[in-house]
């Protein structure tokens, strides 16, 4: 439910003096704001202190210091200790030998940075690359009207053609595409992945018959022309899929992706507080175009699935933004804590530094890892002063530690310090522009062909696959429940993976998370998601994270790491149709609980796995761990243009961006063992998918806004605003009282808005017809009541709190799973009876001998 207004004050502590009310918030936030994601997943956005104190409500100090239970100075969430991300073992170590400075592991990074031949090696901040993202692009003549050869050139961009007589290239569905934006040509590429052949529809086109229509309505030429599409889709007999920004409904306001990305609340915890301007800043140009393409595309996989032949689905760009945003909200809706892009990090050292040759990123999460460090360094003597011995010396020590960090980078090459990272298990990054992200992958995966890096199949050996149960009862779906029928059993943990088994129950899948007291899931204990108020809920029930991506799933308790925990999981395999896991890359851990794809299929041959890492499994890198910040920077998220700071605070974007892609490739997957009987592995990593976009849209793209930026107002606000042409920006220079030289425009714009305040300033660019959009923070996105009124943002059943369903709206129906996310181990009994046939007493014994615990 939502809270009264938490606007109050510095940490509520009114009249109690600034240094009272500082010391305590960094005593709240330290115990609130939990550890970073696991290797693999960044959900958990890492714990930093407001300098501005906003957002924080009276109170929750001391419920914050009591729910630490313990406290000790040290944010590590209990049971941390059983992360894969964290605690790395290969085939070379030996269970619970140290693993700080081993000698011979396989973790070289050497030659990883070589530069592809004839281009320059230029690794530093100032080389522009491929893409320039500035705060504002500029083009100051009026765009010209599209003509067919740069509609030829765009077809050819994205693979898009023609359709030849007869319909699709022999054996592949053909999906008619309709506009050209990147939410389409996102779309095209995952689509040509998954098997489809994407066409171009030009209006006024007689389309032959295909598997869907998608349209985006943002595109200037299919702009209010939905009634145009639903006859072009019934003439081709196939459903209909719509884009917009913000809807399509009488009076829907037209929008851009930097005002999408406004109105979700991503602009505002994007950025970084080293810029001092304190701009809000975007993780990337095409971030809410990206994110819309990847859901259609997956939504046309799940209407091939169910042979629909008829349906107008709607999606919208912010709708499907907040996806991406939900953990931020959620965060503010269970512990009132509003995430920023402003404060300083409690994990210091964290921030961007220049090393030999160019940009690395740096966080020290816990003091294990601070003396993996020193020992990297090899101890120089400042390491041991008293003040770095601990988390929260290091934060109250930071302007002595960073300038001591950065003289030892410094003496040292990017490539080095990988090598470091990888041997003493570092989480430290690369700071990557788009176009480095991208040819790292290339030379990673092997394969030139960038659509290819969004996931890739290994089919199951050839066997005497016995025949799938219930075939034939789901030959005919149902459009808006696909996959009704599937059982899926997930063992992942944090956000991405456990986001593909919410993505496959919404599709009508039956989801059973498997989990134990031992290997909780990572998100579960978390502070920074935990509910003060929840009463009579233990701590690994009260995590609004979790709850956020496991509704609607059944929870079984089972300990793999004992030989009969692993013999059930396998009986329970060999009823699912999919298994879903992150476990960090290496056989020998996945062996050791029952999870390699070999043991699995030889419990059931027609088994799809998923999984999903942060690095290409068996890649010079796969051993690396990962946290949030770092794969933004590492992904390319991070590059703002030359010149510019480089963005180290946001959301973990990569998350569902990567989770919609490998939930694709299970379609795909699924359907091809419906005809073979032989299951497969679909892999899929968060570098790989976001390498996929940075070469997508990497290359540098003429400007299609006269004007795009963010301009500051009173009271520390901000509007975004975009000109779609000359006219436009004449305008907002006449509401501003401007007037514009040949120079940026930036800086003259920025002087006219700091007079206005952003709600005034937005009404009066609207009245005027320019795109503008103020940067809501979390709890202003909660509050618009735009997405508690279409539908999405809403309190599931069995729940106390609002949550995100999924951004399909099919017929008019949301899309989504039924009821709340489970207690641990709530349906143990149940499953158990129906799956294993094993009755109360069973348990009871299983559960005494802790193999179901």
């Not at 849209?697 to 301009?711: I, N, Q, V």
Request: glycine residues 12%.
């Amino acid at each position: 439910m939502l809270r009264p207004d938490l606007r109050l004050g510095r940490c509520g502590l009114r009249g109690r003096g600034r240094g009272a009310a500082r010391h305590l918030r960094r005593r709240v936030l330290r115990a609130s704001l939990g550890a970073g994601p696991a290797q693999g997943e960044g959900a958990a956005a890492h714990g930093r202190l407001d300098r501005r104190g906003r957002g924080l409500p009276a109170g929750h100090g001391e419920q914050g210091l009591r729910a630490r239970r313990g406290g000790g100075g040290d944010a590590e969430p209990r049971h941390a200790h059983c992360r894969g991300a964290l605690v790395r073992r290969t085939a070379d170590q030996g269970v619970g030998q140290p693993d700080a400075g081993r000698a011979g592991l396989p973790y070289r990074a050497q030659g990883l940075l070589q530069h592809p031949p004839g281009e320059p090696r230029a690794l530093g901040r100032g080389h522009e690359g491929r893409r320039r993202r500035g705060h504002a692009r500029v083009r100051r003549q009026r765009r010209a009207p599209p003509d067919p050869p740069g509609r030829a050139q765009q077809q050819r961009a994205v693979g898009l053609g023609a359709t030849p007589p007869g319909g699709a290239g022999e054996g592949r569905p053909a999906v008619l595409l309709a506009g050209r934006t990147p939410a389409i040509e996102w779309a095209a590429l995952q689509l040509r992945r998954a098997g489809f052949e994407p066409r171009a529809l030009e209006r006024g086109d007689d389309p032959p018959p295909t598997a869907a229509l998608l349209v985006d309505l943002d595109d200037e030429a299919w702009r209010g022309r939905d009634e145009e599409a639903a006859r072009a889709a019934e003439a081709a007999g196939c459903p209909l899929v719509l884009l917009s920004s913000f809807g399509r409904q009488p009076g829907a306001r037209p929008g851009s992706d930097l005002t999408v990305s406004a109105a979700a609340g991503l602009l505002h915890v994007t950025g970084t507080p080293s810029d001092p301007d304190q701009r809000p800043a975007v993780l990337s140009p095409q971030q809410a175009d990206a994110l819309a393409g990847s859901f259609a595309a997956l939504w046309i996989g799940a209407l091939a699935l169910s042979g629909a032949t008829s349906g107008v689905t709607e999606l919208t760009k912010l709708e499907c933004l907040a996806i991406a945003t939900s953990w931020a909200a959620v965060q503010w809706l269970y512990t009132g804590v509003a995430p920023s892009r402003l404060g300083v990090s409690v994990y210091q050292p964290s921030r961007v530094f220049e090393a030999k040759d160019g940009p690395v990123y740096t966080i020290i999460v816990r003091d294990e890892q601070w003396a993996r460090l020193r020992q990297a360094m090899g101890e120089p003597e400042w390491a041991g002063w008293e003040i770095f011995g601990s988390q929260q010396g290091r934060l109250d020590g930071v302007e002595l530690l960073a300038p001591r960090i950065a003289e030892w980078l410094a003496q040292h090459t990017r490539e080095e310090i990988l090598d470091l990272s990888l041997r003493h298990r570092l989480p430290f990054a690369l700071a990557n522009r788009p176009d480095e992200a991208a040819a790292l992958q290339e030379q990673l995966d092997g394969e030139p062909d960038h659509a290819r890096w969004l996931y890739r199949t290994t089919p199951a050996p050839p066997g005497d696959a016995p025949p799938r149960e219930a075939l034939e009862a789901r030959t005919a779906r149902d459009p808006q429940r696909p996959l009704a029928g599937i059982l899926v059993i997930d063992v992942s943990s944090v956000w991405a993976t456990p986001y593909v088994g919410q993505l496959l129950g919404q599709l009508g899948a039956r989801v059973i998370k498997v989990e134990s007291r031992r290997r909780l899931d990572d998100v579960r204990p978390i502070m920074t998601y935990l509910d003060p108020h929840a009463e009579g809920e233990t701590d690994w029930d009260r995590s609004g994270g979790f709850r956020e991506v496991n509704r609607g799933k059944e929870s079984v308790l089972l300990d793999l790491t004992t030989a009969e925990g692993r013999t059930l999981l396998h009986r329970l395999v060999a009823r699912a149709d999919v298994l879903l896991s992150n476990l960090t890359p290496g056989a020998e851990r996945a062996r050791r609980l029952g999870l390699h794809e070999n043991q699995l299929w030889a419990a059931n041959p027609g088994l799809v796995i998923g999984r999903l890492s942060a690095y290409q499994p068996g890649s010079q890198l796969e051993g690396m761990t990962g946290y949030g910040y770092g794969m933004l920077l590492m992904c390319g998220f991070g590059y703002a243009g030359p010149d510019r700071p480089w963005s180290d605070r946001s959301i973990a974007y990569p998350d569902p961006l990567c989770a919609t892609a490998l939930t694709l490739g299970l379609l795909r997957a699924l359907e091809e063992r419906d005809r073979s009987g032989r299951g497969a592995l679909v892999e899929s990593t968060l570098f790989g998918v976001s390498a996929a976009l940075m070469r997508e849209f990497g290359a540098d793209r003429a400007a299609e806004a006269a004007y795009e930026g963010c301009l500051p107002c009173q009271h520390e606000e901000w509007i975004a605003v975009s000109c779609r042409d000359a006219a436009d920006l004449a305008t907002l220079a006449e509401v501003l009282r401007v007037a514009l030289d040949d120079g940026d425009p930036g800086a003259t714009l920025a002087e006219g808005s700091r007079v206005w305040d952003a709600q005034s300033l937005q009404v009066a660019l609207r009245q005027r017809g320019v795109i503008a959009e103020r940067v809501l923070d979390m709890r202003e996105v909660v509050r618009a009541g735009e997405l508690t009124a279409s539908g999405q943002l809403h309190v599931p059943e069995g729940e106390t709190h609002l949550h995100f369903a999924s951004p399909w709206v099919h017929d008019g129906d949301r899309i989504d799973v039924r009821g709340r996310a489970p207690r641990l181990g709530e349906h143990t009994a149940s499953v158990f009876a129906e799956l294993l046939a094993i009755d109360a007493e069973g348990l009871r014994d299983l559960e005494a001998r802790q193999v179901s615990w």
